[in-house]
């Protein structure tokens, strides 16, 4: 956390308006002590980010955090951002959950250690609206053309993408996701880790064409991109793809 609040502060000092971070922000290690690890948003993980928001007058998207939650062994795996005044803008619990055992690879249950979530959430950043997900979320491309039917313009995807699955899938989702949708994609991604579960890395910034013009090296890093909502309206003109949807016209039998 005193890293991420560090690196937070130096893109605010560069002038960024929109700062975010990776999923599983507070901790990453046995399931024991990320359940431990849940506190209440807002609360002590939030306080240094809104500190942060408000002495820059900026919005800080916190990747993710567990949060309390009614079964104090399954907090939520929250999303928030926080706005110029430093106030919980908007919050979103993850929804789909990361239960999966892949060959050669990770093998994971979330669901028993998070409580998922049952809300969509679009904020409203500066006038541009801002679709709220999180990493294994990505996998659910209705999800995505919900949010953008429901005027998202932008799609966050902050994540700890592991690194067996990232490796072929991530680059792949995360442009499909900002073309089909004709949406800017941020995809703040945790690197490294614990022994056994490396993230991928690689976080990215993808335009409404699916070109990544914006991606991290193999290290810990800031990302720069320019997001110009100008370019959604442009793409989503040229290719048409959520006014020209024809859901439920063809069936089987």
Known sequence: MTRAAE????????GARLIALPEYLQYRGPDDGFRASARPIP?????????????????????????????????????TLIGPDGEIAARYRKIHLFDVDVDDGPKDLESARVTGGETLVIANVDGAPLGMTVCYDLRFPELYRTLALEGAEILAVPSNFTERTG??????????????????????AQIGGPPGRPAYGHSMVIDPWGIVVAQAPDREVIVHAVIDTDRVAAVRRQIPALANRRLGTNRLG
Do not use: K, M, Q
Not at 7 to 14: D, F, I, K, P, V
């Open 7 to 14: 690196l937070t502060e130096s893109a605010a000092r560069g």
């Open 43 to 79: 609360g002590p993980f939030t306080a240094p980010f809104a500190d942060i928001a408000r002495a820059h007058a900026c919005w800080v998207l916190v990747g993710s955090l567990a949060e309390t939650a009614p079964d104090p062994g399954r907090p939520y795996n929250t999303s």
């Open 167 to 188: 490796r072929d899938h991530w680059e792949v989702l995360l442009r499909a996701r900002a073309i089909e949708n004709g949406a800017w994609v941020i995809a703040p």
